[in-house]
């Protein structure tokens, strides 16, 4: 995506420069589904090491999913249960115990990945790919389900908007699985339309938060979480 593309390089250079007025050095450079899966990805990352003069290291989507896990615990350390993180590209989803990140796996649900899918077709794709996993499953229900990545997130300033809910911050927001997933169901069902025009929805994620909804809404279903804590 060029104007993607665009913007990634100038969140970068802005980052290098706030890095060295800061005296830290050069930051760690990660790249994550998005790059690892696009066609000019290896190109992508070559002009970035070119610009900064630092290396970008690509993950695996298995390393992607630890830390991400990781990054629940750091926050939560007592963490018990199974972490899910939704980007562009992929899905991971990975089992934490008493806050160290347990089995895990990768999969190419990613929003961006199934934005361009009839609505129908994409909940097949997404149940065909989730269902099959009963060795996960098996280990989750009646646990806590933690959702990460902006989509998601995006969700629980909509509960607390309709809720009143007086502390608007995101981070250890908790839902019951029961709510979670009425919530997915109806907003799955939402036109782009509609969706922008719900409070305390970024207007840029208007496109992708009912597939967003919908591979949350299976999680929960095939899951059996009791509730969902938001990081």
């Keep these: 995506n060029p104007d993607g593309r665009r913007r990634a390089l100038a969140a970068i250079d802005r980052y ?63 963490a018990d249960g199974i972490m899910g993180d939704l980007g562009g590209g992929s899905l991971e989803l990975m089992l934490i115990e008493k806050g160290k990140p347990g089995e895990g796996i990768t999969l190419p649900l990613g929003a961006l990945m199934l934005s361009g899918v009839v609505r129908g077709r994409a909940h097949e794709i997404v149940t065909a790919a989730l269902s099959p996993m009963e060795w996960l499953w098996k280990q989750t229900s009646g646990r806590t389900f933690y959702a990460v990545g902006g989509a998601w997130r995006s969700f629980a300033r909509l509960d607390m908007t309709r809720k009143n809910y007086p502390l608007h911050i995101v981070h250890h927001y ?58």
């Design 174 to 231: 908790r839902m019951s699985a029961n709510e979670g997933i009425k919530l997915t169901e109806a907003i799955a069902g939402l036109s782009e339309k509609s969706v922008q025009g719900l409070q305390g929805i970024d207007k840029g994620r208007a496109e992708t938060m009912p597939l967003a909804a919908l591979v949350l809404g299976r999680v929960l279903s095939l899951s059996g979480a009791k509730e969902i804590v938001f990081s």
């Design 16 to 78: 290098v420069a706030l890095a060295q007025v800061l005296g830290a050095g050069l930051p760690e450079i990660v790249a994550t589904a998005a790059v690892r899966d696009a066609e000019d990805g290896a190109d992508f990352v070559a002009a970035i090491e070119s610009r900064i003069g630092a290396a970008v290291q690509v993950l695996r989507g298995k390393e992607e999913a630890r830390l991400s896990a990781l990054g629940v615990a750091s926050a939560i350390p007592d």
